[in-house]
């Protein structure tokens, strides 16, 4: 399911059956191919507006994904980064980075996501900004942890002791050592950001019209729940799908990954 959603994502323009924006509004409330008055030209119904169901979805398909993908990498990149060098240098930066952690995790990341929006305003800039540094936190304790336990080894020792740098005792030491756990994270965390834009996009906030976004078409169908129940449904469904199976992938990851587990 994960690999149809990503393939729809990036042949939208290419498999949509019409333009997700166009509007007519003969055809608004257009019930879905399944009902007996539906009709083969629009299989998941139209919305208020005359828009196609099936073409906003795939196109929102592209924009949830694209904003989930960039605010796993960010965050894997911040976190990392910071949770890596904490680990190995120690002292005053691991402090800070660790009160960063704590300061964030302290605090419901929604309502900082809505100051923050409240503050600069409602656009597709602030809101990669806040998905870039949503999450950055667990990658950060994820990476320190690991590099804590993984320099106290004897091949990190032997490394010392042979006059490398620490640059290369991170690059070619560290870092191979601590990606899995990392990559299966940033699966985890790629359903949590989601999830973040559509609530946000739910809210009026997120990504703002005319880009179709999955929270912003189950809020402008929660209105039509009993006469159009597509328009609410068929969104919702795809948000359930994907966090579903990226979860999954992330399970199977894991496992994958993970030595211990290996054979079983």
Do not use: C
Not at 62 to 67: E, F
Not at 178 to 194: D, F, G, K, M, W
């Amino acid at each position: 399911m994960a690999t149809l959603m990503v393939f729809a994502a990036l042949a939208a323009p290419l498999i949509s059956p019409h333009d997700p924006v166009s509007q007519t509004l003969v055809s608004r409330l257009q019930p879905t191919a399944l009902h007996s008055e539906g009709s083969s030209e629009y299989l998941l119904g139209t919305d208020q507006l005359g828009r196609d169901v099936l073409s906003r979805v795939i196109h929102g398909a592209r924009v949830s994904l694209g904003i989930g993908l960039f605010g796993m990498v960010v965050g894997l990149i911040i976190g990392s980064t910071l949770g890596i060098l904490a680990g190995f240098t120690r002292g005053f930066f691991e402090d800070v980075v660790m009160f960063m952690v704590d300061v964030q995790l302290a605090l419901p990341f929604i309502i900082m996501a809505l100051a923050a929006i409240a503050i600069f305003g409602p656009s597709l800039p602030v809101l990669l900004v806040i998905v870039g540094i949503a999450g950055w936190e667990g990658f950060a304790r994820v990476s320190r942890g690991m590099v804590l336990s993984t320099t106290e080894n004897a091949y990190v020792e032997a490394a010392r002791a042979l006059g490398a740098s620490k640059f290369r005792i991170v690059m070619k030491h560290i870092v191979p050592n601590i990606t899995a756990p990392l990559i299966v994270l940033a699966t985890l965390n790629l359903t949590s950001i989601i999830l973040l834009e559509s609530t946000l996009s739910f809210l009026g906030i997120g990504v703002q019209p005319p880009m179709a976004s999955w929270g912003r078409m189950i809020a402008e169908g929660r209105d039509y729940l009993n006469t159009a129940w597509w328009l609410a449904v068929v969104p919702g469904a795809a948000i359930m799908m994907i966090t579903m199976s990226i979860s999954l992938f992330g399970d199977w990851l894991r496992d994958a990954l993970d030595p211990t587990l290996r054979g079983r």
